[in-house]
């Protein structure tokens, strides 16, 4: 059985400490910190204080949001060295998630389930997201997945 993906991000912080690469180093502790403290919550809600992989997805995915609203403001206040920083820490973060699909790809399984369940207004992009969604559950960003089934039910 492969490692976990905390097992993964423990190691991976061990590796930045020994080459001495901060940004990897900084980044991946703020994981393994958010990750420790879901584990406590998850000691008191029932869940005996482990998490699955899928739940450290999760809180990755949150740091990713987060980081790209930084990104957003930086870039915005016309920081440049904020916004290289933003853009290291979003490349380590990312690669602790899936591949994502290309929105070439999720145009073709979009068009897919839009055949599917026979959908041809707007008003079906409920029906249509309710049945894609479970198909590219962590490789694709919801966001985008959303614009694509409007564009294609227009």
């Known amino acids: 059985m492969g490692l976990t993906l905390k097992q993964r991000l423990l190691n991976d912080l061990k590796d930045a400490m020994r080459e001495n690469d901060e940004c990897r180093k900084l980044v991946v502790r703020l994981i393994v910190a958010s990750v420790r403290n879901a584990e406590v919550d998850a000691r008191t809600d029932g869940r ?21 609203e930084s990104l957003a403001e930086a870039s915005n206040a016309g920081r440049v060295d904020l916004v290289t920083e933003q853009n290291a820490e979003l490349d380590i973060l990312r690669s602790y998630l899936p591949k994502q699909l290309t929105r ?45 089934v409007r564009e294609l039910l227009k």
């Open 104 to 148: 070439e790809q999720i145009t073709e399984l979009a068009r897919q389930v839009i055949a599917e369940v026979k959908a041809t207004s707007p008003k079906q992009q409920g029906e249509v997201m309710k049945t894609l969604l479970p198909k590219v559950k962590d490789s694709a960003d919801g966001k985008l997945v959303s614009e694509v």
């Open 48 to 68: 005996g204080g482990v998490l699955s992989d899928a739940d450290v997805m999760a809180l990755i995915r949150r740091e990713i949001k987060q980081h790209e």
